[in-house]
């Protein structure tokens, strides 16, 4: 439990921060992201990235219980395939992403789907 609390704190700062970032200064990093976006190395590289997040939260924090530590292991393991998607496929990710950032709709969701999955994380931290 002393894990899932702090993986909650730690998951629930970095999603609420990254959400805010890229809600707030929209226009700013969508023109990042699909720069990105252009280059397979960069996008290859961010699936190592995740990739290596992943499986360090799949391997310490595997919990499949019917509560809130649940949507770590989701969160692990839902990591883990976007770094593998990520690096066998990165021309499909470039394409669909593409799309996706494109798309004023899509954006805004997908961020504030990260800020609530955040704020939830941080009140089971925090508060629970």
């Known amino acids: 439990m ?3 609390i702090f993986l909650a704190k730690t998951i629930g700062l970095y999603l609420v921060i990254i959400s805010a970032a890229f809600m707030l200064k929209a226009d700013e990093f ?6 990105m976006l252009k280059n397979p190395s960069l996008v290859s590289f961010s699936g190592i990235l995740a990739l290596v997040f992943g499986i360090l939260i799949v391997v310490s924090h595997n919990v499949w219980v019917m509560d809130w530590r649940v949507i770590i ?5 839902l990591t883990l395939l976007k770094g593998v998607v990520r ?3 990165p021309q ?10 494109e798309s004023k709709t899509s954006y805004n969701t997908m961020m504030l789907i990260t800020l609530l999955i955040g704020l939830v994380l941080l009140y089971f931290g ?3």
């Open 73 to 77: 292991t989701l969160l692990g393991w």
């Open 126 to 128: 925090y508060v629970s």
């Open 92 to 101: 499909f990710v470039m394409k669909k992403a593409t799309k996706c950032v």
């Open 87 to 89: 690096l066998f496929y």
């Open 2 to 4: 002393i894990l899932s």
């Open 30 to 35: 969508k023109l990042m992201i699909l720069d």
